[in-house]
């Protein structure tokens, strides 16, 4: 009989979520492969994993998706937790990756910090660039690596880009609903104004 999922495996599995296309939730995934072997699950497993996720995401219903069927009372609730704090959840579970993989890894810290910058500031600063890179890879994934008014997708190009700004809606900083993926061109017009987006 299977182990029981732990709730530091599905925070990680649902990290993983968040940053792949859930067309691309499959046990061939590499992506997905690398989890498996990250938490001692099977390939399959972690791609069943993120099919009981998907039953919980509106955005899926919205264009007919229903996800997998047999989710648990656990799944739900780290879907849960995800949405109620975004940030505290997506810091949280790429600190449970690192710590799997034992370091850092550089695409969490691709920056320098002054040697003056300790204690709560430079905590602060980490967690702030760690939440970033949560932000960037999931909004990325969501929009298929690709600019949602240009199409344009070459990824160095692509900018996050918050619906709500992040200094005005802390709850969904890190929600991805709340992103959008545009070239830097588009980001700047949208940032200042010129440009809006309506839901269709």
């Known amino acids: 009989m299977a182990?029981?999922?732990?709730?530091?495996?599905?925070i990680i599995a649902f990290n993983l979520y968040c940053k792949i296309p859930f067309s691309k939730?499959?046990?061939?995934?590499?992506e997905v492969i690398k989890v498996a072997n990250l938490i001692s699950r099977?390939?399959?497993?972690?791609?069943?994993?993120?099919?009981?996720?998907?039953?919980?995401?509106?955005?899926?219903?919205?264009?007919?998706?229903?996800?997998?069927k047999n989710a648990g009372k656990l799944d739900k609730e780290i879907w849960d937790e995800f949405n109620k704090d975004w940030e505290k959840l997506a810091y949280e579970s790429e600190?449970?990756?690192?710590n799997r993989v034992n370091k850092f890894s550089e695409v969490y810290f691709r920056f320098e910090m002054s040697e003056n910058?300790?204690?709560?500031?430079?905590?602060?600063l980490v967690k702030t660039r760690v939440n970033q890179t949560f932000f960037r890879a999931s909004i990325?994934?969501?929009?298929?690596?690709?600019?949602?008014?240009?199409?344009?997708?070459?990824?160095?190009?692509?900018?996050?880009?918050?619906?709500?700004?992040?200094?005005?809606?802390?709850?969904n900083r890190l929600n991805p609903r709340n992103g959008l993926?545009?070239?830097?061109?588009?980001?700047?017009?949208?940032?200042?104004?010129?440009?809006?987006?309506?839901?269709?």
């Open 181 to 200: 993926c545009l070239n830097a061109m588009h980001d700047r017009a949208f940032d200042k104004g010129y440009i809006t987006i309506i839901p269709s």
């Open 42 to 68: 099977t390939p399959s497993s972690v791609a069943f994993k993120l099919g009981n996720f998907g039953s919980f995401d509106p955005e899926l219903k919205k264009r007919g998706i229903v996800g997998l």
């Open 95 to 98: 600190i449970l990756i690192s």
């Open 140 to 171: 990325l994934s969501l929009y298929n690596k690709k600019c949602c008014i240009t199409g344009l997708n070459i990824p160095d190009l692509l900018i996050a880009s918050h619906i709500i700004p992040w200094s005005q809606d802390e709850k």
């Open 25 to 30: 939730s499959v046990k061939t995934n590499p």
């Open 3 to 10: 182990n029981n999922w732990t709730r530091e495996e599905l």
């Open 117 to 124: 910058t300790v204690g709560k500031e430079k905590e602060r």
